[in-house]
């Protein structure tokens, strides 16, 4: 089991910027930040594999959104550029338990997950 602790959330207008920090509490495999809005249900925003790197992004946040990640901080981060109103929700961190190939896309891929943050973007 990992501790994942989510932050850089905040209060932004309509195309600024932000980047969101996963920090692990220790070695970490393959990441996914997941995103729920009020009265949704928690989606897939991205993923990241834990060996080679490989992304893979959900069609509402290509070529907006980035995930990466540094293995020798137990860190994974999102980038996400020119945000807009519909990209509010709350933000959290899911991580894998064990090695495996690969990006997931699935909640129930995840077995560890952070508290969340909140990220507000207003018009």
């Known amino acids: 089991q990992v501790q994942l602790k989510e932050s850089g959330g905040g209060l932004v207008q309509a195309g600024d910027s932000l980047r969101l920090s996963c920090e692990g509490s220790?070695?970490?495999?393959?990441m996914g930040w997941f995103r729920q809005a009020p009265g949704k249900e928690r989606e897939v925003v991205a993923a990241?594999?834990?060996?080679?790197?490989?992304?893979r992004y959900a069609d509402s946040v290509k070529d907006q959104f980035t995930i990466s990640r540094d293995n020798a901080k137990n860190m994974v981060y999102l980038q996400m550029n020119s945000l807009k109103p519909e990209d509010t929700a709350v933000y959290y961190c899911a991580a894998r338990l064990s090695f495996s190939t690969g990006t997931f896309f699935r909640r129930e891929d995840y077995a560890d997950w952070g508290q969340g943050t909140q990220v507000t973007v207003s018009s």
């Open positions: 220790n070695r970490l495999y393959a």
């Open positions: 990241i594999s834990g060996s080679s790197g490989a992304t």
